[in-house]
C-alpha cells in the first residue's frame, strides 16, 4: 500500500457493489495512496430502483451509506456519503417511462427532499444535483434547474454543499448566482475580504456553505 504522506481525497466516486467492482475499486484507490472518499449514490435506476416517488429513493440512499461504511473500512482515512438525485434521471423519466418534464421535475425535487433528511440528521454530507450534460429539450432544461434551484435552497436549509453534475462549460455564473439567491454563499477560496478569511468566517463558509463543482465530461456516463 503506497503512503504518499499526504491525505489523497477523491471527491466524486460512485461505487457500485451489485454490477461493478464496488469495495474492490477503493481497495484499489488505497494501494495507490488514496484516504478519503466522497461517495456520491449511483443513478437509481442503476441499483433497480425505478422511482415513482420521492421515497423510492430510500433504498438508493441505504445501499449508498452500506458501502460508504465498508469503503470507510478499507481506507486509512474515511468515506463519506453524497446523496442526490442523478441529473440524467429526467430524460430516463421524460423519454422512456412517459413522464412530463414537470412531472419528472417535481419526483426528482421529492427525492432531493429525502436526500436532505439524512443531510440534516448528519447521515451525508453533500447533496448531489446538476443539470444534464448532453443537448435537451427546453422544457428539460428548465425544469432541470428547477430541480438545480430546489437542491441549492435545501443545501442552504440543511447546512450543506451542494456538488454538481453539469454540462462541459467554464462558465457556471448562473448557477453560483442562484446559490447565492438561495442563501448558499461562494466558497471561501473566492472571498478576499479580511474579514472574509477570518477564521470564523472561514470555517463557516468551508463547513457549510462552500459549492463544490466537479469537471463535468459530455460523454460521462454517471
Ligand atoms: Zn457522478
Redesign the pocket.
Known amino acids: 500500500m503506497r503512503d504518499l504522506d499526504t491525505p489523497v481525497l477523491d471527491n ?1 466516486l ?1 461505487l457500485d457493489p451489485d454490477n461493478a467492482r464496488g469495495i474492490e475499486a477503493v481497495k484499489d484507490f488505497a494501494r495507490s495512496g488514496g484516504t478519503h472518499l466522497l461517495v ?1 449514490n449511483k443513478p437509481s435506476w442503476h441499483l433497480g430502483v425505478e422511482a415513482e416517488t420521492g421515497e423510492d429513493f430510500r433504498a438508493v440512499f441505504e445501499r449508498t451509506l452500506e458501502i460508504v461504511d465498508q469503503a470507510a473500512k478499507v481506507l486509512r482515512g474515511t468515506a463519506w456519503p453524497v446523496l442526490g438525485v ?1 441529473p440524467g434521471l429526467i430524460s430516463r423519466l421524460v423519454d422512456e417511462r412517459g413522464f412530463t418534464p414537470e412531472e419528472a421535475r417535481d419526483l426528482m425535487c421529492a427525492g432531493i427532499d429525502v436526500a436532505a433528511e439524512y443531510a440534516a440528521d448528519g447521515k451525508a454530507v453533500a447533496l ?1 444535483s446538476g443539470r444534464p450534460h448532453y443537448d435537451v429539450s427546453d422544457a428539460v432544461w428548465e425544469a432541470s434547474n428547477d430541480v438545480l434551484e430546489h437542491t441549492l435552497a435545501k443545501g442552504a436549509e440543511t447546512n450543506v454543499a451542494v456538488q454538481l ?1 453539469t454540462e462541459m462549460t467554464d462558465d457556471l455564473t448562473d448557477v453560483a448566482d442562484w446559490a447565492e439567491e438561495q442563501g448558499l454563499l461562494p466558497s471561501a477560496s473566492s472571498n478576499t475580504t479580511q474579514s472574509a478569511n477570518s477564521p470564523a468566517s472561514r470555517r463557516a463558509s468551508c463547513a457549510r456553505r462552500s459549492i463544490w463543482r ?1 469537471p463535468s465530461r459530455r460523454r ?1 456516463s ?1
Do not use: A, F, T
Open positions: 466524486h460512485h456520491v442523478h448531489k453534475h466537479r460521462s454517471s
